[in-house]
C-alpha cells in the first residue's frame, strides 16, 4: 500500500482479555517498529523486526506482551491478559533499510491502534 | 545512552508569530537529531533530520533547525506560524548503529487567530 496501515483503529476491551494489533508496512520495507504513546507521553520503543527476526526486544514491557512478522511483511502484537496500564496508542512504523541505519532510513508511522483497557 | 527533553508541553502562539519549539538531548556518541509532526488522527510525519552534515537543517512546511552541539540543542523553528501548523510536535535522538529513536515528550502548538 501507499503507506503503513494499522488495524484495528480503535479497540476496547476488558481487563484480562488478549487483544492482537496488526501492522502492515509499506512494501519493501525490511525493517518494522513498533511503539508505545501513553496519554501526554512521547513514544517508547517496544520492538523492531528485521525481516522477520527481531534482534531487539528490550522494550517490552511484560512476557505479556509479544510480537511477531511474518513474509517479512504484516506484524502482529499481542497483549494477553490486558490491564488497564496497557492503555495507549500503539504505533506501528516501517524503513526501507536496516535499521541500524536510521540516518539514511526514514521512519514511515502508521497512524496508529488506539486500546482502551476497561 | 540517550535522552530527549522538549521543554514546553503546550505552546500557543499568534498566526504569524515566530514558532519556537525547544529540544535538548542527551548521547553518548554523535547523535542523529529529529523533528516529528503528528495531526490529529494521523501517524508521524517526519519534519527535517540531521545526521551530522550542515547544523542548519530546512524541513518541510517552511520549518528549520539548528544543531548546536555546545548547547546540546536542536531547536525548532519557523519565522510564521499558520493555523495549519497546530499539531503535535517531536523530537527524537539515534546514532549511528542504533536500531531505533528515542523520542521527547512531545509539544503541543496552538496557533490563534
Known amino acids: 500500500g501507499a503507506g503503513v496501515s494499522q488495524s484495528p483503529s480503535n479497540k476496547v476491551t476488558e481487563k484480562g482479555k488478549d487483544v492482537e494489533l496488526r501492522c502492515d508496512p509499506i512494501?519493501?520495507?525490511?525493517?518494522l517498529y513498533w511503539y508505545r504513546q501513553r496519554l501526554g507521553q512521547g513514544l517508547e520503543f517496544l520492538i523492531y523486526?528485521?525481516?522477520?527476526?527481531?534482534?531487539?526486544k528490550s522494550g517490552l514491557p511484560s512476557d505479556r506482551f509479544s510480537a511477531e512478522r511474518t513474509g517479512e511483511s504484516v506484524s502482529t502484537l499481542t497483549i494477553q491478559r490486558t490491564q488497564q496500564e496497557d492503555s495507549a496508542v500503539y504505533l506501528c512504523?516501517?524503513?526501507?533499510?536496516?535499521?541500524?541505519?536510521?540516518?539514511?532510513?526514514?521512519?514511515?508511522f502508521g497512524a496508529g491502534t488506539r486500546l482502551s483497557v476497561l | 545512552a540517550q535522552s530527549v527533553t522538549q521543554l514546553g508541553s503546550h505552546v500557543s502562539v499568534s498566526e504569524g508569530a515566530l514558532v519556537l519549539l525547544r529540544c535538548n538531548y542527551s548521547s553518548s556518541v554523535p547523535p542523529y537529531l529529529f523533528w516529528y509532526v503528528q495531526y490529529p488522527n494521523q501517524g508521524l510525519q517526519l519534519l527535517l533530520k540531521y545526521t551530522s552534515a550542515a547544523t542548519l537543517v530546512k524541513g518541510i512546511n517552511g520549518f528549520e533547525a539548528e544543531f548546536k552541539k555546545s548547547e546540546t540543542s536542536f531547536h525548532l523553528t519557523k519565522p510564521s506560524a499558520h493555523m495549519r501548523d497546530a499539531a503535535e510536535y517531536f523530537c527524537a535522538v539515534s546514532g549511528p548503529g542504533y536500531n531505533k529513536l528515542i523520542f521527547g515528550a512531545g509539544t503541543r502548538l496552538a496557533v490563534h487567530p
Open positions: 512504523a516501517s524503513s526501507l533499510g536496516l535499521a541500524g541505519e536510521l540516518a539514511k532510513n526514514i521512519q514511515y
Open positions: 523486526f528485521q525481516g522477520n527476526s527481531a534482534p531487539d
Open positions: 512494501s519493501g520495507h525490511t525493517a
